[in-house]
């Protein structure tokens, strides 16, 4: 009889680790389904012991172990793979089984549970390890990968180059698997089930090198990479937006480590972290690290602020201007060349909050306490101004301004503060009636396909103009001229990592605008505006650094966070006994409650740690022993 330690593969499994017993010993790493209360999951096997030598142990449970009654244990995961996945669970302090199933397609899982697939062979490595980095625009990155990729073949090496979207591994497939098409396999979530398993069958058992373009959760495919690319470091992507929360830049890299492959980062700017590694000689270099961005495009900086005090002091008139009149100019000029024009704001709604025009009082949701921005609703041929929280969906629909008045002081004034799409998509109707007119944000597009037609309807236009969030941005292929209407409110996201975005944000539309960029800003510092405008990396990442190390912010520490859902008559309890129970740790905790929808309220624990001091195994079992209503986050970009 045999003690059967095993990893839930599950979202929610309460303990990281449950026991059964079998009849036949199942060696580590063998994945069996397991009974789970009144269902049956996959379970990976982490430990496999004789009954006779734990009896003392099992006399002391005060539960019934039970058994492991069906399924053959089936091999899906190399050692390699299961090695890196243990290290990214362990850095995140998330559960094994959970990291498992989020870097493992579903549809891959299946079919090896339902016996679709054949096992793994452990692949022979022959090479070294080592990290280099590539900064540079597109078209020069995928020259460089274009030349790897030749020179791998020529050798009979195969090459994974790994990215965070969909989006981009459609891209990087169609400009690097030219001319090598039967040899190039592109995996992605908006491949169907069925092509997957074709193309993960035909990518494995292929005796031709082959270049295979997807994202992290494909990286599980059984065979050995003697290089692997992950492109677009910078990009936000990486990181999973439910728990389990983790980096899978972490996971790319430890399994190419653990492959003994080269690995290779690139992008059009680098991390923070990635430009500390090169610095200390920890990274080589694939390709060049450009200091400089080079560009044709004209680039142009203009402040609102200064045409609007003109106005004020000629004409007598007060407001905001939406659109410069260098900005004005430049789409007049486009449309009169048939040119397209690109329209970036920040916001959704027509403005980015709303305030009181008597007494200046922000207007939040009653339901989860985030501003409530205005938004125009077109009803046949009338218009109205309805309320809406970008927090949590809630919806009023003033009457008479009846319904939505100041908390403070009771005034009816209520007034758009900051420059929303939907102001921009009025200002450009109300200047340019005649010129089409495209408007892509969340509102606007639900999902991805309804957002590709907006920028397909858009390309086919003549002279049209595109008003978008950002996130269109990585939709579009190129544009003669763009101007960022509005970007100031980024700024104001307690995101450590914003000004990072924001550059890069910046960059990407640079290098899609093939002859002038404009950027107004009111914000008295334009350091980073002008920076990005004229590409100057280098500048921006030892000022980055630097201020990552006053705050001991990555690379310079690591911050954890964790954060309490709950009735607020609980929160606050919970953490004082979360307080005594991590005392052992310097603590940072915000002294305000967040509230949200249906009446849950939040709170988060900061954890600052000194450089070289995580992972922590001690901490990481206390960590792992929180109750399932605590969420972790390792090093995350917003600390509120």
């Not at 905001?320 to 329209?343: D, G, P």
């Not at 209407?485 to 990407?508: C, G, H, N, Q």
């Not at 093939?514 to 350091?527: G, N, P, S, W, Y």
């Amino acid at each position: 009889m045999q003690i059967i330690t095993v990893a839930p593969i599950v979202r929610g499994a309460l303990k990281s680790a449950l026991t059964y017993f079998s009849k036949e010993p199942i060696a580590a790493g063998m994945v069996v389904v397991a009974p789970v209360r009144t269902r049956e999951v996959p379970a990976i096997v982490l430990e496999s012991r004789e009954a006779s030598s734990a009896k003392s142990a099992l006399k002391s449970y005060d539960y019934a172990i039970r058994k492991i009654m069906r399924a053959k244990p089936r091999r899906i995961w190399l050692p390699e793979f299961l090695k890196s996945a243990e290290e990214t669970a362990n850095f995140s302090a998330q559960k094994f089984g959970e990291t498992l199933l989020a870097i493992t397609p579903k549809t891959i899982l299946d079919a090896h549970l339902q016996g679709a697939l054949a096992e793994p062979q452990e692949f022979i490595r022959k090479y070294r390890f080592e990290i280099l980095a590539i900064q540079s625009g597109t078209r020069a990155r995928y020259d460089a990968y274009k030349r790897l990729v030749r020179e791998s073949f020529a050798r009979g090496e195969s090459v994974f180059i790994c990215v965070p979207t969909e989006d981009d591994a459609m891209r990087a497939s169609s400009a690097l698997g030219h001319g090598i098409e039967n040899y190039t396999f592109t995996f992605h979530g908006g491949v169907t089930k069925k092509r997957i398993l074709l193309y993960w069958q035909n990518a494995a058992k292929e005796k031709h090198a082959v270049l295979v373009v997807g994202t992290a959760q494909y990286l599980g495919l059984p065979r050995y990479f003697k290089t692997i690319v992950l492109e677009e470091e910078h990009s936000n992507a990486w990181k999973t937006m439910s728990r389990p929360l983790l980096d899978l830049r972490i996971f790319v890299e430890g399994y190419a480590r653990a492959c003994d492959s080269t690995f290779i980062m690139g992008g059009a700017i680098l991390r923070a972290e990635t430009h500390e590694r090169i610095k200390n000689g920890t990274i080589g270099k694939f390709d060049r690290i450009s200091a400089r961005a080079e560009s044709d495009t004209k680039t142009i900086l203009i402040d609102p602020r200064l045409e609007e005090k003109s106005v004020r002091e000629n004409e007598g008139k007060k407001g905001m201007i939406v659109l410069s009149m260098e900005a004005r100019a430049l789409i007049q000029n486009a449309s009169e060349c048939s040119e397209k024009v690109f329209l970036l704001a920040a916001r959704k709604g027509l403005a980015g909050v709303t305030s009181c025009g008597d007494c200046g009082t922000l207007i939040k949701c009653p339901k989860c306490d985030t501003p409530l921005v205005i938004h125009k609703k077109e009803s046949g041929s009338n218009q109205a101004q309805i309320f809406i929280c970008h927090g949590c969906g809630y919806t009023r629909v003033p009457e008479n301004n009846v319904h939505e008045t100041c908390p403070n002081c009771g005034g009816w004034k209520l007034q758009g503060v900051g420059v929303g799409i939907e102001r921009v998509s009025d200002e450009v109707a109300r200047l340019f009636p005649d010129t089409p007119r495209f408007v892509l944000d969340g509102d606007h597009a639900k999902t991805r396909a309804q957002a590709k037609k907006i920028i397909a309807q858009f390309e086919k236009s003549r002279g049209g103009i595109l008003i978008g969030t950002p996130m269109a941005i990585p939709l579009l292929e190129t544009v003669s001229r763009a101007i960022i209407v509005s970007i100031d409110s980024l700024f104001a996201i307690p995101d450590i990592r914003m000004s990072e975005r924001i550059f890069a944000l910046v960059l990407v539309l640079r290098e899609k605008t093939e002859k002038t960029l404009v950027i107004q800003t009111r914000a008295d510092d334009t350091t980073i505006f002008k920076q990005a405008l004229t590409g100057n990396l280098l500048d921006f990442t030892e000022n980055e650094l630097a201020l990552r190390k006053v705050f001991s912010y990555p690379p310079y520490g690591t911050i954890i966070k964790i954060t309490l859902r709950g009735k607020r008559a609980d929160i606050a309890p919970e953490m004082e006994r979360l307080k005594i129970f991590l005392k052992d740790y310097a603590l940072v905790i915000p002294g305000t409650l967040a509230k949200e929808p249906k009446n849950i309220f939040r709170m988060h624990m900061i954890l600052k740690l000194a450089e070289g001091m995580w992972p922590d195994s001690a901490l990481l079992k206390k960590l792992h022993a929180l109750p399932p209503q605590f969420t972790i986050e390792v090093n995350p970009d917003h600390l509120l």
